[in-house]
Protein backbone atom coordinates (compact mmCIF):
# COMPACT_ATOMS: atom_id res chain seq x y z
CA UNK A 1 0.00 0.00 0.00
CA UNK A 2 1.18 3.45 -0.77
CA UNK A 3 -0.51 6.93 -0.64
CA UNK A 4 0.39 10.12 -2.01
CA UNK A 5 0.73 13.72 -0.89
CA UNK A 6 0.73 16.68 -3.75
CA UNK A 7 1.52 19.83 -3.09
CA UNK A 8 3.28 22.69 -5.50
CA UNK A 9 -0.27 24.28 -7.29
CA UNK A 10 -0.89 27.59 -7.45
CA UNK A 11 -1.94 30.59 -9.52
CA UNK A 12 0.43 31.95 -12.48
CA UNK A 13 0.27 34.07 -15.50
CA UNK A 14 0.44 32.95 -18.90
CA UNK A 15 3.88 31.57 -19.90
CA UNK A 16 4.93 31.39 -16.34
CA UNK A 17 5.82 28.07 -14.11
CA UNK A 18 5.06 25.82 -11.74
CA UNK A 19 6.81 22.76 -10.03
CA UNK A 20 4.54 20.17 -8.04
CA UNK A 21 5.90 16.97 -5.76
CA UNK A 22 4.15 13.82 -5.00
CA UNK A 23 5.49 12.54 -2.01
CA UNK A 24 4.74 8.50 -1.40
CA UNK A 25 4.68 6.72 1.97
CA UNK A 26 6.00 3.68 2.67
CA UNK A 27 8.98 1.59 1.47
CA UNK A 28 7.92 0.28 -1.86
CA UNK A 29 7.65 3.22 -3.90
CA UNK A 30 10.95 2.48 -6.04
CA UNK A 31 8.46 -0.31 -7.23
CA UNK A 32 5.56 1.99 -8.90
CA UNK A 33 5.74 3.50 -12.24
CA UNK A 34 4.35 6.73 -11.53
CA UNK A 35 2.19 9.30 -13.51
CA UNK A 36 0.54 12.91 -13.37
CA UNK A 37 -2.69 13.25 -14.66
CA UNK A 38 -4.98 16.26 -14.43
CA UNK A 39 -9.01 17.25 -14.48
CA UNK A 40 -10.41 20.22 -15.57
CA UNK A 41 -13.53 20.94 -14.35
CA UNK A 42 -16.49 19.54 -16.69
CA UNK A 43 -13.93 17.08 -18.11
CA UNK A 44 -12.56 13.43 -17.33
CA UNK A 45 -9.18 13.08 -15.59
CA UNK A 46 -6.65 12.97 -18.87
CA UNK A 47 -3.15 11.53 -18.65
CA UNK A 48 -0.31 14.42 -18.69
CA UNK A 49 2.83 11.52 -18.06
CA UNK A 50 4.67 8.92 -16.72
CA UNK A 51 7.72 7.48 -15.65
CA UNK A 52 9.17 4.30 -15.53
CA UNK A 53 10.53 2.46 -11.93
CA UNK A 54 14.04 3.87 -12.42
CA UNK A 55 13.08 7.16 -13.69
CA UNK A 56 15.20 6.37 -17.14
CA UNK A 57 12.07 6.74 -19.15
CA UNK A 58 9.31 9.02 -19.59
CA UNK A 59 6.25 9.26 -21.91
CA UNK A 60 4.52 12.28 -22.24
CA UNK A 61 1.00 13.57 -23.96
CA UNK A 62 1.43 15.84 -26.20
CA UNK A 63 -0.08 18.98 -25.19
CA UNK A 64 2.62 19.22 -22.60
CA UNK A 65 5.56 17.44 -24.41
CA UNK A 66 7.87 19.61 -24.38
CA UNK A 67 7.14 22.17 -21.65
CA UNK A 68 6.84 19.94 -18.97
CA UNK A 69 9.33 17.77 -17.46
CA UNK A 70 8.53 14.74 -14.86
CA UNK A 71 11.24 13.40 -12.90
CA UNK A 72 11.35 11.58 -9.75
CA UNK A 73 13.71 10.63 -6.36
CA UNK A 74 13.70 7.34 -5.06
CA UNK A 75 15.63 7.87 -2.01
CA UNK A 76 12.95 10.58 -1.34
CA UNK A 77 10.50 8.77 -2.79
CA UNK A 78 8.89 11.85 -4.37
CA UNK A 79 7.97 12.47 -7.75
CA UNK A 80 8.03 16.00 -9.57
CA UNK A 81 6.67 17.51 -12.25
CA UNK A 82 8.13 20.85 -13.38
CA UNK A 83 5.39 23.06 -15.47
CA UNK A 84 7.00 25.71 -18.23
CA UNK A 85 5.30 28.18 -20.76
CA UNK A 86 2.05 27.16 -18.78
CA UNK A 87 -1.12 28.04 -20.90
CA UNK A 88 -4.69 28.86 -19.53
CA UNK A 89 -5.56 25.51 -20.97
CA UNK A 90 -3.51 24.03 -18.09
CA UNK A 91 -5.70 25.30 -15.49
CA UNK A 92 -6.88 21.51 -13.82
CA UNK A 93 -6.40 19.39 -10.74
CA UNK A 94 -3.48 17.66 -10.87
CA UNK A 95 -3.42 14.21 -9.42
CA UNK A 96 -0.03 11.50 -9.38
CA UNK A 97 -0.75 8.09 -9.67
CA UNK A 98 0.81 4.40 -9.00
CA UNK A 99 0.92 2.23 -11.07
CA UNK A 100 2.64 -1.56 -10.59
CA UNK A 101 1.48 -2.19 -14.48
CA UNK A 102 4.78 -1.96 -16.78
CA UNK A 103 4.83 0.06 -19.95
CA UNK A 104 3.54 3.02 -19.75
CA UNK A 105 0.01 2.71 -18.70
CA UNK A 106 -2.33 5.97 -19.86
CA UNK A 107 -5.49 4.83 -18.39
CA UNK A 108 -6.95 6.03 -14.95
CA UNK A 109 -7.90 2.34 -14.45
CA UNK A 110 -4.52 0.97 -14.45
CA UNK A 111 -3.67 3.43 -11.67
CA UNK A 112 -3.94 1.86 -8.12
CA UNK A 113 -3.06 4.85 -5.67
CA UNK A 114 -4.13 8.37 -6.23
CA UNK A 115 -3.16 11.25 -4.47
CA UNK A 116 -5.86 13.98 -3.21
CA UNK A 117 -4.95 16.64 -6.00
CA UNK A 118 -3.56 19.93 -6.36
CA UNK A 119 -4.88 22.92 -7.72
CA UNK A 120 -2.95 24.64 -10.52
CA UNK A 121 -4.28 27.80 -12.40
CA UNK A 122 -3.22 29.56 -15.19
CA UNK A 123 -4.44 33.10 -15.43
CA UNK A 124 -4.54 34.57 -19.29
Known amino acids: QVQLVESGGGLVQAGGSLKLFCVAS????????MGWFRQAPGKEREFVVS????????YYADSVSGRFTISRDNAKNTVYLQMNSLKPEDTAVYYC?????????????????WGQGSQVTVSS
Open 97 to 113: GATDLWGFPKSTRDYKH
Open 51 to 58: ISRSGSST
Open 26 to 33: GRTFGSYA
